[in-house]
Antibody, heavy 121, light 106 residues
Framework: QVTLKESGPALVKPTQTLTLTCTFS??????????VSWIRQPPGKALEWLAR???????FYSTSLKTRLTISKDTSKNQVVLTMTNMDPVDTATFYC?????????????WGQGTLVTVSS | EIVLTQSPATLSLSPGERATLSCRAS??????LAWYQHKPGQAPRLLIY???NRATGIPARFSGSGSGTDFTLTISSLEPEDFAIYYC????????FGQGTKLEIK
């Protein structure tokens, strides 16, 4: 059974760096074709893809946020970590991690429940 | 960037009725389009991928159609558990999502 769970601070101050962890089970990120993405949703707004890390450690970022994002993985811990620098109140959102696999068309087949991050002083 | 526009924003229907949700892309995405169901506090659920294929475990009342720029998600006969927000998503050019259609009970 595939599960993913996001964790991190519920509140961060403007200009701080946000660090979120996606802890998963039921699959390995060292298995060829496996990908994990981070996606966020500001209140009342659309989902927005942020970053992706692949089984071979290739990393991809949203063009608009590329300079602020870093994604990494710890295969032994079954975790993917996202950092976002210089947080601003407009970054307030629910952050999700999601798994895709190239053999299943690279769709976000499994998601975590999300973690709400509020940016406020 | 490919923009996905969903309509209507809100759809009010009763259980047993047919629901038709639309998603229009700003440029062709071929058949690289998926639909997700999202309920508050839950993980989004993949319903349809590649425009018309049901994901594992998805009931047959859910169906998808379209290609290019115009897509439709149809729920043939609404069950109480179907009232949720529905999003379309493309992966033709990286990833983007529509703004969602809220399906509410009339």
């Amino acid at each position: 059974q595939v599960t993913l769970k996001e964790s991190g601070p519920a509140l961060v101050k403007p200009t701080q760096t946000l660090t979120l962890t996606c802890t998963f089970s039921g699959f390995s990120l060292s298995t060829r074709g496996t990908r994990v993405s981070w996606i966020r949703q500001p209140p009342g707004k659309a989902l927005e893809w942020l970053a992706r890390i692949d089984w071979d450690d290739k990393k991809f970022y949203s063009t608009s946020l590329k300079t602020r994002l870093t994604i990494s993985k710890d295969t032994s811990k079954n975790q993917v970590v996202l950092t976002m620098t210089n947080m601003d109140p407009v970054d307030t959102a629910t952050f999700y991690c999601a798994r895709a696999h190239t053999s299943q068309g690279d769709w976000f087949e499994f998601w975590g429940q999300g973690t709400l991050v509020t940016v406020s002083s | 960037e490919i923009v996905l526009t969903q309509s209507p924003a809100t759809l009010s229907l009763s259980p047993g009725e047919r629901a038709t949700l639309s998603c229009r892309a700003s440029q062709s995405v071929s058949s690289y389009l998926a639909w997700y169901q999202h309920k508050p506090g839950q993980a989004p659920r993949l319903l349809i991928y590649d425009a018309s294929n049901r994901a594992t475990g998805i009931p047959a009342r859910f169906s998808g159609s379209g290609s290019g720029t115009d897509f439709t998600l149809t729920i043939s006969s609404l069950e109480p558990e179907d009232f949720a927000i529905y999003y379309c998503q493309q992966r033709s050019n990286w990833y983007s999502f529509g703004q969602g259609t809220k399906l509410e009970i009339k």
